[in-house]
């Protein structure tokens, strides 16, 4: 059993990823930006080092899986002050702790930093061509990236990066910058005008899925190692929508369909046989079981009866 510390975890993903580390029998300690009751539970904002360092100067970690960050393009764009202190600030600050006290950490980066790459992206992408981040999300994402593997060098520290794909499914709550499966869902629901974008594609990996891949890494840890984290089904955005629609019980008339978005991916085709390797197989849930799934706890979670 291992003590582990999980930050960002009230988060979406976080929320899964702590109960998965508890069933696999670890002592899971959590923290957030907001108070919670739990007795293992730190407020703290990874931002502001002074918050940290008191907690490590308390308790010694075996791992620390930072899943802290703020997510998403256009959330980048409108609160670029707030992405850059919490993503790279953040993850320094807990880099440098991570010098000091030497826990492994399993840091969250994302499909992002892959840019308009127009082949198959397996993790050697990045090592072997100079790709452009289409975002200031993705630039963070990159440049974490980039400080972790000084880190390594310069201190000898132990992380593995992990680049998530497309993760959907019960638990993320609607803003106009979440997820595309999110903002769907939602506007589906309440009978909202929402947008699709025709010409992209998405691996989208259910919630649950997604966290048990990332919850079996700390038992079978390769310092340096970056894996993407990704289901097999792949779809375009078009589709998705119908899924979403059809899960419902709606038309299309609320949705506007226009071309290709400029400055976002186009095709991600996704390389994930290092993470089936290493992280084992797992039975993955059917796209449209997600979707059905994630549309009833919308229904329960905001009243909707339509």
Not at 138 to 152: C, D, F, P, R, Y
Not at 208 to 214: F, N, P, Q, V
Request: some cysteine; proline content about 2%.
């Amino acid at each position: 059993m291992s003590k582990i510390l999980v930050t960002g975890a009230l988060g979406t993903v976080g929320t899964y990823l702590v109960q998965k580390l508890k069933l696999a029998g670890h002592d899971v300690w959590m923290l957030d930006l907001s108070h919670h009751h739990d007795p293992q539970y730190f407020r703290a904002d990874i931002g502001r080092y002074k918050q940290l360092e008191q907690i490590f100067d308390k308790h010694r970690f075996d791992y620390v899986y930072n899943l802290a960050a703020e997510f998403g393009r256009w959330n980048g764009e409108d609160y670029y002050e707030t992405l850059w202190t919490t993503n790279a600030i953040g993850l320094k600050n807990l880099i440098r702790l991570q010098e000091q006290h030497k826990f492994r950490m399993v840091h969250a980066s994302s499909s992002e930093v892959y840019g308009d790459y127009d082949g198959v992206m397996s993790e050697e992408v990045m090592e072997k061509h100079e790709i452009r981040q289409m975002n200031d999300y993705a630039i963070t994402k990159w440049v974490n990236e980039m400080q972790i593997l000084n880190s390594a060098e310069m201190f000898n520290t132990e992380t593995v990066r992990i680049r998530i794909f497309n993760t959907y499914g019960p638990g993320e709550h609607f803003s106009d910058y979440r997820s595309v499966v999110c903002r769907f869902v939602y506007c589906a629901l309440n009978d909202m005008p929402y947008t699709v974008h025709r010409g992209h594609t998405r691996t989208h990996t259910y919630i649950e899925d997604s966290a048990t891949w990332i919850s079996r890494i700390c038992d079978n840890f390769k310092p340096g190692q970056v894996y993407n984290i990704a289901g097999t089904e792949r779809t375009d955005i078009e589709t998705i929508s119908n899924e979403i629609l059809h899960a419902i019980g709606k038309n299309d008339s609320k949705v506007t369909y226009k071309d290709a978005e400029p400055m976002t991916t186009i095709d991600k085709v996704v390389d994930a046989s290092r993470q089936l390797a290493d992280l084992g197989e797992l039975e993955e849930t059917p796209f449209h079981v997600g979707i059905e799934r994630t549309v009833k706890w919308m229904r329960d979670t905001y009243g909707i009866k339509s």
